[in-house]
Nanobody, 126 residues
């Protein structure tokens, strides 16, 4: 069973940076990819970024391309989300989860992920 815990959120001014961490209860050898999603009040949970287990493939939402970087350290069961040049619209609760779904096209959908944590709040002030 995979259970993930997010951390690293906080309050930051626009243009600043944060690095979020996601740690798994066990090494996720059976997981194909790990994703970061975010949810703002009144909005649906949206895809942010994902990375394959090996780290060989990444993908990002258009809204964060060039600003966010996802990475992993499997020895520590950790996945990171480096967020630079943060904007107020990045304010949300950020979640990580894993998927083993074979279809890459679905990896942007929260429905194929599991092991969701409680999330970590990111607040970007103007």
């Amino acid at each position: 069973q995979v259970q993930l815990v997010e951390s690293g959120g906080g309050l930051v001014q626009a243009g600043g940076s944060l690095r979020l961490s996601c740690v798994a209860s066990t090494r996720t050898f059976s997981s194909t990819a790990t994703g970061w999603f975010r949810q703002a009040p009144g909005k649906e949970r949206e895809f942010v970024a994902r990375i394959t287990w090996s780290g060989s493939s990444t993908d990002y939402a258009d809204s964060v391309k060039g600003r966010f970087t996802i990475s992993r350290d499997n020895a520590k069961n950790m996945v990171y989300l480096q967020m630079n040049n943060l904007k107020p619209e990045d304010t949300a609760v950020y979640y990580c989860a894993v998927t083993r779904h074979p279809f890459v096209a679905l990896w942007k959908s929260a429905t194929v992920y599991e092991g969701w944590g409680q999330g970590t709040q990111v607040t970007v002030s103007s």
